[in-house]
């Protein structure tokens, strides 16, 4: 998300408003088989995208929609923020070209011309997207930018989206079941899950490339911090990770989610749980879903730090 809170609110509240006169039908989008929703996304900008030339030290976090990306973004704003010491003028500076270039809050949001205003950002550049590695620009691995990929257990992820897609009020309506076989299909808004996790297992070996799971910031936020600090080359003492954990608690987070993204607060920031889930999955759900995750994801890096056995189980 960018610094500057108030252009977040503004495009989040733009969003939310026009988003809700698309008619149902024209919702959603396909590029490259992929299914994308028309309110904040379009064609010409994913277009665009593949000429976006990435910097070595861009930092970008990569999660599937409802992982925790939101919450990610703050932590790592945060350590920034901690790390480079900006003084309120620095950062008034910071807010004041964010706003004068309008760059949207994903890298995949936003008007084709976004990617030519974004090269007058300083570095360095956090930038956040919900794309798999084949629809990012060749520039993010040719360069070498560090890439914070972001997973969540399969079953909460889905139950986070089915709430979110009721709420936003920009996603073709359906009921519970439904959704879980759209989901299972890879029928939703970035695609399927299991080819996202799948995809970017590929590069869990690339020393500039990192995962991190929801459940384990959850665990041990400290631990996961430190990591994710040293990943990004951020000095803080044990103090200011201990700051910076307490400032990016969920029920901090939500106390100030009404400043930080508008109307669009309530709907992001709902419980923040690990094992929703429970009251949501049929026992044939669930068995549906444990059977698609030992086929696709059981024998994957990935799929065995998201622990599927201890988060997924009833």
Request: aromatic share 12%.
């Amino acid at each position: 998300m960018p610094k500057n809170g108030k252009l977040a609110v503004e495009f989040l509240n733009k969003v939310l408003a026009e988003g809700a006169r698309i008619p149902p039908e024209d919702m959603m989008f396909s590029y490259k088989g992929v299914l994308f929703p028309a309110a904040v996304c379009n064609p010409g900008t994913l277009q665009a995208l593949e000429s976006f030339e990435a910097r070595t030290d861009d930092i970008i976090l990569a999660g599937y929609p409802k992982t925790g990306t939101n919450w990610l973004d703050h932590i790592i704003n945060n350590l920034e923020n901690t790390a480079a010491k900006y003084t309120e003028e620095e950062m008034k500076k910071i807010t004041d070209l964010e706003k004068e270039l309008e760059v949207a809050m994903r890298l995949e949001f936003g008007d084709p011309d976004k990617f030519k205003r974004m090269k007058k950002l300083p570095s360095r550049r956090i930038i956040i997207t919900h794309l798999s590695p084949h629809l990012l620009p060749t520039s993010v691995f040719k360069n070498k930018a560090k890439i914070l990929v972001l997973i969540r257990n399969p079953k909460d992820t889905l139950v986070s989206y089915f709430h979110f897609k009721n709420k936003v009020g920009f996603f073709p309506p359906s009921g519970w079941d439904d959704y879980f076989t759209s989901f299972m299909d890879g029928k939703v808004g970035w695609g399927s899950y299991f080819d996202y996790v799948a995809e970017w297992d590929k590069y869990t070996d690339d020393e500039n490339i990192i995962a991190i799971s929801y459940e384990e910031l959850k665990e041990n936020p400290n631990v996961g911090l430190k990591e994710i600090a040293q990943f990004l080359g951020f000095s803080l003492s044990e103090e200011e990770i201990q700051s910076v954990v307490e400032k990016s608690t969920f029920t901090a987070m939500k106390e100030k989610a009404s400043e930080t993204h508008g109307t669009f607060g309530d709907i992001l920031f709902r419980k923040g749980s690990v094992g929703d889930w429970k009251s949501m999955f049929s026992e044939s759900q669930n068995k549906e879903m444990d059977g698609r995750f030992e086929e696709c994801l059981s024998r994957t890096k990935l799929g065995a730090k998201i622990k599927y056995d201890v988060y997924c189980k009833a």
